[in-house]
């Protein structure tokens, strides 16, 4: 899965709760969380839900693109790639095929921190997720034949998602300049001539090396009980594993310490502007702000600078702004798609105003509370799902340490302060560098 | 590895418990008396409601209104959030986000829907609100001109992209000038034509209560989601229900057709032929037969090109069917160089699936994956709201998901090769794709006689 789509979605939905009457954060309501460190090092969490007949699991690996050595861009992802490529007991595309058997979904995806492998199955099928996982984890088989195939594939994968698409390479140039120096300099998807030369032995080492049940965290939500999944965890997942994790020098970024604008002429219909911000490494608070501040800023259509760009002065066709935040380092971006080749500059220069009119001008009682409420149903719909609420549950495990922290999103979307978004524009934007991307079409001959 | 579990043997699988027949939830459907079907589905597990208003588009097609009228729907939709007599658009988004809420309005070829959600505190006022945005809009003649040109520039960036093209063109070539062939986004030249007279025309003919249905999903109860219906739509008359058009027949196009997006790299690929309309006798045999053909991840299709060949990040089949016509087409984006290989192993392989029958393995695999996912399929009260309001567009049986594990689980392999063959036809097929035709259609001349086609 395209990690930049993923990583979206997940912040657009990690956070909780909902408002003044309701009831589901309560202490009553709490998502409940069980969790146990089995003999093996495997941290555990179960999530019981019996209001549905299906339950939902997660294998959430410590090792992404930023374990990945100069030379081998893109190892982790093609990794993922061959978890599902055979192992003792289960032929090539096994996991799909027993799976389906058991009327089930599942899927994996690469990040930048981690790799997460998932299944959704009606309850009574459980035990086949453990069986598959736990034999892939210890018994993987890899044929440099299928090391080959799966290299096309995600060379391919590249291509349509990249090399392709409009626009693909922004991503590459804006990690090239914002997260340089840092374990995150490289998309996930890697490079190509990285991903030619991977080896065989290199896969093996790479297996060795992070696929550990002490670099492991098991998430189970649904129609389940407790003692079944200790049960299972017991009999599938016992075994430890000798050797050591490679230790993990995570770097940060250099900061920038100018603005830079860099003009690519490329086969696009319309121009686009990139504009991107570093920030520092993971915060749970901050995360949440930014998410309110780019809702308040350009993420909806009574946002302010879409009311300027697209209503008023129909500049601009399309805006969205994101965070991308790992456990290192941070970026946020804005992205604008507009028709008027000549018109760059007035954006950029009603961008700044609408930014500083954030600490000169007001944030009026109804405007933030807006934007609350809007965060709030996106947290709300994200939970609506099994298999959302399980993965969050991993995420704010591998990054606070404990999954009852989205229990707490409510809490602290509700505290934020005009305050707070102040700060956090003086501090990430006013007194800071950027980096602007600007595509043009190309002229054509 | 050391310490092995010494009493765990992983060379046998752990029991597949077999499918359960899953009950369809519970739901309550009311007539009201002019006509409007309400659906409800109850759910008080998260403080929302979300509501879907749906018009049949009976034969509304964009291309009733004019020649040229492609994208007139769909503009409509836009519309109906840019200003009620109460409110301009500005202040009408400004209150849906302020409420915690989530409008989408949208047109396509059978319907048109408008969906919302939010905090169930709010609901009420969303209603209000939503209620005013469909039955009075104001259809401003600024607000058109906005988004007509808004539209015009999204077109151009839509022209970036191989995969809209190649289904433009595959459109083009199958549903060959039906209305089903124009986007309904609408082209450069049928956008220029549209006007504000048209749209309202277009709005008068959908408000028809007899065509109308509405469900209320979530933390809401059945009383409180009909007197709703009955306070703001139980004025509207009903009107003479329209003639419904006729099924549209579509005649073979058997050829290689490529649309050019100069400089390319991977090629978008839409290979299939005429298909089959929405309500038929087939439906569950269709979509049992396309699982294996293409529809899952390990597919004939996807499991050929992608695990054997290696020549592309995903292939699949689907059955596109609509009220009055469908098609069958396998998509996939391939290397330039690929572009013919990738054709000759998806003929043989339609080649194989019409010609013999299905392994006992695949025939198990799919009864146990289509029956046995059924549960999944009903996991949201969204999910199950959208399968109730489908059976109803579509007049399709009543009982059709009480039966649907069942009848999935006496499915024979004779029955999907019957199946693939009355729906299959391998010497039917059409190459649709969008590339950079100086470096593929030399390639593809291999395949057949190239007609290059503008889209």
């Known amino acids: 899965m395209n990690a930049f789509i993923m990583l979206q979605k997940l912040t657009e939905s990690k956070f909780n709760k909902s408002k003044k009457n309701v009831n589901v954060f309560c202490n009553s309501n709490k998502i409940p969380f069980f969790e146990f460190r089995s003999e093996s090092g495997i941290d555990v969490i179960i999530s019981q839900d019996k209001s549905r007949e299906i339950v939902t699991t997660g294998f959430l690996y410590k090792v992404g693109s930023r374990n990945e050595l100069h030379g081998q861009k893109g190892i982790a992802h093609l990794f993922e790639h061959l978890m599902f490529q055979g192992s003792g007991n289960i032929p090539k595309m096994g996991h799909f ?15 930048a921190d981690y790799t997460a492998y998932y299944e959704q199955v009606p309850s009574h099928q459980l035990e086949t997720c453990f069986w598959l996982e736990s034999d892939r984890l210890y018994d993987l088989r890899l044929t440099e034949e299928n090391l080959q195939n799966q290299k096309d594939v995600v060379i391919e994968e590249r291509m349509q998602n990249y090399d392709n698409a409009p626009y693909g390479l922004a991503l590459f140039k804006l990690f090239e300049n914002l997260m340089r120096g840092s374990s995150y300099e490289t ?92 920030l520092p490494g993971f915060d749970f608070k901050r995360n949440i702000i930014a998410d309110i501040f780019n809702e308040l800023l350009i993420n909806s259509t009574s946002s302010r600078l879409y009311r300027k760009l697209v209503y008023q002065k129909k500049l601009v066709t399309d805006l969205t702004s994101h965070l991308i935040s790992w456990q290192k380092c941070a970026i946020v971006t804005q992205r604008f798609f507009y028709p008027d080749i000549s018109s760059r500059n007035i954006i950029l220069e009603i961008f700044d105003r609408e930014i500083e009119s954030f600490v000169s001008g007001d944030i009026s009682e109804r405007e933030l509370e807006k934007a609350k409420n809007k965060k709030l149903l996106s947290v709300f719909l994200g ?33 934020v302060t005009a305050d707070d978004i102040v700060n956090f524009v003086n501090e990430n934007f006013l007194n800071n560098h950027r980096y602007i991307l600007n595509y043009i079409p190309e002229k054509k001959s | 590895m050391k310490l092995d579990n010494l009493m765990l043997d992983r060379s046998i699988p752990p029991l597949a418990g077999k499918p359960k027949d899953v009950k369809f939830p519970d739901f309550k459907e009311v007539k009201t008396d002019n006509g409007i079907t309400i659906l409800v589905i109850e759910d008080n597990r998260l403080p929302l409601v979300s509501s879907s208003i749906v018009f049949k588009r009976g034969k509304y097609f964009d291309s009733y209104y004019g ?57 009420s006022e969303l209603f209000d609100l939503v209620q005013e945005m469909i039955l009075q809009p104001v259809f401003d003649e600024k607000e058109f001109l906005r988004e007509k040109s808004k539209r015009l520039n999204e077109i151009i960036a839509y022209n970036d992209d191989c995969e809209y093209l190649s289904t433009l063109l595959f459109n083009k070539v199958i ?96 290979i299939g032929h005429r298909g089959i309309e929405k309500k038929s006798e087939d439906f569950l045999k269709i979509k049992f037969m396309n699982t294996i053909l293409g529809g899952s ?110 009848e999935t689980l006496k499915i024979t392999s004779e029955e999907v090769l019957e199946t693939a063959r009355k729906y299959i036809n391998p010497d039917e097929i059409s190459y649709c794709l969008a590339g950079d035709v100086e470096s593929i259609s030399g390639l593809m001349e291999q395949i057949g006689e190239v007609k290059i086609i503008q889209v």
Request: include cysteine; charge should be negative; glycine fraction near 6%.
């Open chain 1, 97 to 111: 095929k027993f799976i389906q058997q058991a009327g089930g979904t599942l899927n994996a995806f690469t990040m």
């Open chain 1, 187 to 278: 998309p996930t998807i890697g490079l190509p001539v990285d991903i030619k030369d991977f080896s065989l032995t290199q896969a093996l080492e790479f297996h060795n090396n992070y696929y550990r049940p002490d670099n492991l965290i098991i998430a189970v939500s649904g129609n389940v009980e407790q003692e079944t999944v200790e049960e299972y965890i017991g009999k599938y997942f016992s075994t430890s594993k000798s050797g050591e994790i490679p230790t993990l020098n995570l770097k940060d970024y250099i900061p920038l310490v100018e603005d830079k604008l860099e003009v690519i002429e490329s086969n696009v219909a319309l121009p686009g502007l990139f504009i991107g911000y570093q």
């Open chain 1, 383 to 415: 939970i609506s799902t099994l298999l959302v609420k399980n993965l969050q549950a991993l995420y704010y495990k591998f990054y606070l340490n404990d999954p009852n922290n989205i229990n707490e999103l409510y809490k602290i979307i509700e505290s």
């Open chain 2, 67 to 123: 020649e040229d009228c492609a994208g007139l729907g769909s503009i409509m939709s836009e519309l109906i959030t840019l200003g009620t007599p109460r409110f301009n658009g500005e202040e009408l988004s400004e209150r849906i986000d302020y409420l915690g809420a989530d409008v989408n309005v949208s047109a396509n070829f059978d319907a048109f829907i408008v969906n919302f959600v939010s905090l169930s505190k709010n609901f």
């Open chain 2, 175 to 270: 549903y060959d000038r039906t209305p089903y062939s124009l986007p309904l986004t609408g082209t450069n030249s049928s956008l220029r034509e549209l006007s504000v007279t048209k749209v309202k025309q277009l709005h008068s003919d959908l408000i028809n209560p007899g065509e109308m249905l509405i469900s209320f999903i979530g933390d809401i109860t059945a009383d409180e989601s009909i007197e709703k219906v009955e306070k703001y739509f139980s004025h509207l008359n009903r009107s003479d229900l329209k003639s419904e058009s006729e099924k549209i027949k579509l005649l073979p196009k058997a050829g290689v057709y490529l649309t050019n997006k100069g400089g390319a790299v991977q090629a978008s690929m839409k």
């Open chain 2, 297 to 406: 991840f390990t597919s004939r299709i996807n499991h050929n090109l992608r695990e054997v060949n290696g020549f592309t990040y995903g292939a699949r089949s689907f059955f596109i069917q609509r009220r009055y016509a469908g098609d069958f087409c396998i998509e996939t984006e391939v290397k330039n160089d690929l572009t013919a290989p990738a054709c000759e192993q998806v003929i043989k392989v339609l080649r194989e699936f019409t010609s013999e029958k299905i392994t006992e393995d695949e025939l198990e695999l799919t009864k146990n994956y289509i029956a046995g996912s059924f549960p999944l399929q009903l996991e949201t009260p969204q999910s199950i709201s959208t399968l109730l309001i489908n059976l109803r567009l579509f007049d399709m049986e009543k009982d059709f998901y009480d039966n649907y594990v069942t």
